[in-house]
Nanobody
């Protein structure tokens, strides 16, 4: 089994920053297979960023950075220059199979 726990969400003003964390445990082969998705109200879940290679969705390129700590089995998402349209529940994902419970990010003045 795989357990994923996200944290770090919250309310931030436009232009602000947040850092999300995902703690992975259980049968994790490699943190390289962890990534981030998000789901805004009324919209489908969409891919945001993942390894390997640090790929990013076009709408976050240059603003978000994914990073990892192999020893701690952690993945992070540094989000800068946040926009209201970034408001969503952000999910950690492993091998496109396992999901965390999500963490809410709200960008609003």
């Amino acid at each position: 089994q795989v357990q994923l726990v996200e944290s770090g969400g919250g309310l931030v003003q436009p232009g602000g920053s947040l850092r999300l964390s995902c703690a992975a445990s259980g049968s994790i082969f490699s943190v390289d297979y962890l990534g981030w998705y998000r789901q805004a109200p009324g919209k489908e879940r969409e891919w945001v960023a993942s390894f390997p290679g640090g790929g990013y969705a076009e709408f976050v390129k240059g603003r978000f950075t994914i990073s990892k700590d192999n020893a701690l089995k952690m993945v992070y998402l540094q989000m800068n220059s946040l926009k209201p349209e970034d408001t969503a529940v952000y999910y950690c994902n492993y091998m496109e199979t396992y999901w965390g419970q999500g963490t809410q990010v709200t960008v609003s003045s």
